[in-house]
């Protein structure tokens, strides 16, 4: 979702039409206001009611899961948080000094970016490996050649990718799997950045497919920021095919229901779970048909009815998705389909929003394993504008813009900077491009991804089907195997 650095001049303010600094006017309020629904985009969230929008500000302490969900989650509405997460877990802003972070995770060997000069930015594809403290000590001496983003993570016997790669579980002691502020939202991914810039970066315009809780621990970072409303104005790489109404984006070929499930996912992972209480039922039968229960037979020859239906439902399950996966699209990475696309590596921006390429390490003797990973690289990626805003401060150039993508003019930008202590709030499927600008230290942020609710009238159930959370008490349950082993 942004890159890294230290604080220089401002940069052009306001929407597309600005062309002078100007600090943005009024805060961010939930917008009641209906706004027209095309038959592609039925967003129904939050809308950015002028250009120069400042997003609200609100500190942690007024907060409750409860009302944080009613206010921000279910309005779709993103907001700065002042102040961290309060969860006892949460250590890292106190712990994570590079002497901490070299002892607890120093031996790590990791991609890292690299770019040839300042003049240069990242995203490139330009790689090399380097143990984590080697990309430390770069950074005490100044460096802002190298830049450490996501790192791909591994995968189950079932392609369920992990929720972190090797190197954060390192520093899971220091962080809360699930922040007691998000409510009953299921994580999708937790990934650290770090990285040192003078001089301010900037990513290009994207949107992500989850909900985003970003806490910068060092630095500062400045957001552009378009809501959902404005899709069509954005003009995506991809082929746009709906906006659900949490915001939720699809591509062709690569839909998803809006709390971001594949549909053939889920249907194989709904038949499973009934053929699982088929056989369940089936065996209370047979044991009640054994104790000479009444109505036991009946109850038999229910149970096995049922049993059959379950086992035709896996079967088409099956079928279909391997019908689907005959011409499989970027981003899905076996039976759950996350949508994770990457920058391009032709491209002139990098991102820091989970939309990266990185290998995983573990340490071995070349510093990595065999170990299965979900390559997460992405050519091309459809998520991203095929707009330059960079050519919105020289009025020549604007102009050419305009000509080029006339709808964007027609978009509302929201602005936000954030500092350490702060953190933000950002539904699924808000466009942003983020400027990052690094302290003494360089830059470090932890943010969580989350898979975007459907049922924002439901705090202890956000989600309309029960996909996501039983997926996280099959990921719970293993891990907990795992540490009993």
């Given at each position: ?242 906006v659900h109404t949490n915001g939720r984006i699809n591509y062709a070929g690569e839909e998803t229901t809006a709390y971001g499930a594949d549909p053939f996912s889920e249907a194989a992972a709904q038949a499973a779970l009934e053929k699982e209480e088929a056989e369940r039922e089936l ?203």
């Amino acid at each position: 979702m942004a890159n890294s650095s230290t604080p220089p001049e401002r940069s052009p303010r306001g929407s597309a039409d600005a062309t002078a600094l100007a600090p943005p006017s009024k805060r961010a309020r939930v917008n009641d206001v209906a706004h027209p629904v095309s038959p592609v985009n039925c967003y129904s969230g939050f809308t950015v009611p002028h250009d120069n929008f400042e997003i609200e500000r609100v500190n942690i302490k007024e907060l409750t899961p409860t009302s944080f969900f009613e206010r921000y989650v279910a309005t779709r509405t993103p907001v700065v948080l002042q102040g961290f997460i309060t969860d006892p877990a949460f250590q890292a802003p106190s712990k994570w000094t590079n002497a901490y972070l070299s002892e607890t995770a120093g031996d790590t060997w990791l991609k890292v970016e690299q770019r040839s000069s300042t003049a240069d930015k990242f995203g490139r594809g330009v790689e090399v490996d380097m143990q984590f403290r080697e990309l430390l000590r770069l950074i005490e001496a100044g460096d802002d050649l190298h830049y450490l983003t996501t790192q791909d993570v591994e995968a189950d016997e079932e392609g369920r990718p992990e929720v972190m790669a090797p190197f954060i579980a390192k520093l899971q002691d220091d962080f809360p799997l699930r922040p007691a502020l998000m409510g009953h939202l299921v994580p999708q991914n937790i990934n650290v950045w770090m990285g040192n810039n003078k001089h301010g970066s900037s990513t290009g315009l994207h949107h992500d497919y989850h909900d985003n809780l970003y806490i910068l621990l060092r630095g500062r970072k400045r957001f552009r920021l378009y809501s959902p409303a404005d899709t069509e104005n954005m003009y995506t790489r991809g082929e746009l095919v709906k906006v659900h109404t949490n915001g939720r984006i699809n591509y062709a070929g690569e839909e998803t229901t809006a709390y971001g499930a594949d549909p053939f996912s889920e249907a194989a992972a709904q038949a499973a779970l009934e053929k699982e209480e088929a056989e369940r039922e089936l065996a209370l039968a047979e044991a009640a048909v054994t104790n000479g229960d009444e109505d036991a037979e009946k109850r038999l020859e229910a149970a096995e009815e049922r049993l059959d239906k379950a086992m035709l439902k896996v079967l088409r399950a099956a079928r279909d998705d391997a019908d689907d996966e005959e011409d499989p699209e970027d981003g899905e990475f076996g039976p759950f389909h996350f949508d994770e696309e990457e920058e391009e590596e032709d491209n002139d921006w990098e991102e820091e929003d989970g939309n990266d390429r990185r290998n995983d390490s573990d340490d071995g003797e070349d510093g990595y394993t065999a170990k299965k990973s979900v390559d997460k690289t992405v050519k091309d990626p459809v998520n991203f504008s095929r707009v330059d805003t960079s050519m919105l401060s020289d009025p020549e150039r604007r102009e050419l813009l305009r000509e080029q993508f006339p709808g964007f003019f027609r978009a509302k930008a929201a602005f936000c900077d954030i500092g350490v202590g702060e953190m933000l709030y950002l539904p699924a499927s808000w466009f942003h491009e983020v400027e990052s600008f690094g302290s003494a230290e360089g830059h470090l942020a932890l943010n969580y991804w989350y898979h975007p609710p459907d049922q924002l009238d439901r705090f202890e159930n956000p989600y309309s089907s029960p996909f996501w959370p039983r997926d996280w008490e099959i990921r719970m349950a293993k891990r907990s195997d795992n540490t009993a082993a």
